[in-house]
């Protein structure tokens, strides 16, 4: 049993693309129109979920980094008035 590759970000991105696509030409039947806008709706929502996590983990990364103790002799070198 082979375990089913799971599409990357970039792949279901560019499927929800074609799938913009070819509900925009308007040559579709209703049935493969309906279909395909399920499908992307689901593309949409999963695209979303993995955006909005790279947000996060990019903002918990950046408020790690700012927990530092900020270096005062720094701005003194670079003239900054306090």
Known sequence: ???????????????????VAALEGGE?????????????LELSRSCREQLEKARNEVRILTEAGTEQPFDEQVLDEAGDER
Do not use: H, W
Not at 28 to 40: M, N, Q
């Open 1 to 19: 049993m082979s375990a089913k590759k799971v599409p990357t970000f970039e792949e279901r991105l560019r499927r929800l693309q074609e799938v």
């Open 28 to 40: 579709l039947d209703l049935e493969t129109s309906v279909r395909l806008y399920k499908e992307g």
